[in-house]
């Protein structure tokens, strides 16, 4: 089955700052990278995703990439905010078959005023 | 819309007793997952359903948990009898298509069990 891995564990920036999520994938047959914040004591809400046809998307200050030959996608948030101040998991599934997401461990991401 | 509903928020109980969660989804969404988060990860597949059927139940503890989708909307995920292990976050999704490409899934707000 797939397994995602998600670095770093916990990442803390300045207000302003860029920050930076990075997953792997082992399942070459994924082709659907969703991402998901949670806030503390919330539900994940998706914030942005990729399918494997396209190896960039960006969305105001979030953009994430894919690199499909590695196997390794990332989360890139611009001008950081505090309230970009959550948990992120990032996830890999595949079209067919078993179609539930493999999520990442998840970023604590800390954005200091 | 109303996004997908989960009852109860919280649930504290004894070892050894059963208990029992709800997810109502999104209005016309066909398939319905469970998940299982424990403090500090990532969320974990139960059991999906299409519909009424349960289409993938692998990860499901069968010999203590068990799920149902009836009529092919609300969900029950049952635990008898729980274990102190057990004790996470339950959450529910939701999302539009049985077939063809993937679609957003929709998280409820999720059940959070202690077992004592």
């Known amino acids: 089955g797939e397994n995602v891995e998600q670095h770093p564990s916990t990442l803390s920036v300045q207000e302003g700052d860029s920050a930076v999520i990075k997953c792997t994938y082992s399942d070459s047959a994924s082709n659907y990278f969703p991402w998901y914040k949670q806030e503390l004591g919330k539900r994940p809400q998706l914030i942005i995703d990729?399918?494997?046809?396209?190896g960039e998307k960006k969305d105001q200050r979030i953009a994430v990439t894919l690199n499909k030959t590695a196997k390794h996608f990332s989360l890139h948030i611009t001008e950081t905010q505090p309230e970009d101040s959550a948990v992120y998991f990032c996830a890999a599934t595949r079209d067919t078959g078993r179609r539930a997401l493999t999520f990442g461990s998840g970023t604590r991401l800390q954005v200091q005023p | 819309e109303a996004g997908v509903v989960q009852s109860p928020r919280y649930k504290i109980i004894e070892k050894k007793q059963p208990v029992a969660f709800w997810c109502n989804p999104i209005?016309?969404?066909?398939?319905l997952y469970w998940y299982l988060q424990n403090l500090g990860q990532g969320p974990e597949l139960l059991i999906r359903y299409e519909n009424e059927e349960a289409v993938d139940d692998s990860q499901l503890p069968k010999d203590r948990f068990s799920a149902e989708r009836l009529k092919g909307v609300d969900s029950t995920l049952k635990i008898q009898p729980a274990e102190l292990g057990d004790s996470a976050v339950y959450l529910c999704a939701s999302s539009l298509s049985a077939s063809g490409s993937v679609d957003e899934q929709f998280f409820g707000p999720g059940t959070r069990l202690t077992v004592l």
């Open positions: 209005s016309g969404h066909n398939t």
């Open positions: 990729i399918r494997s046809n396209v």
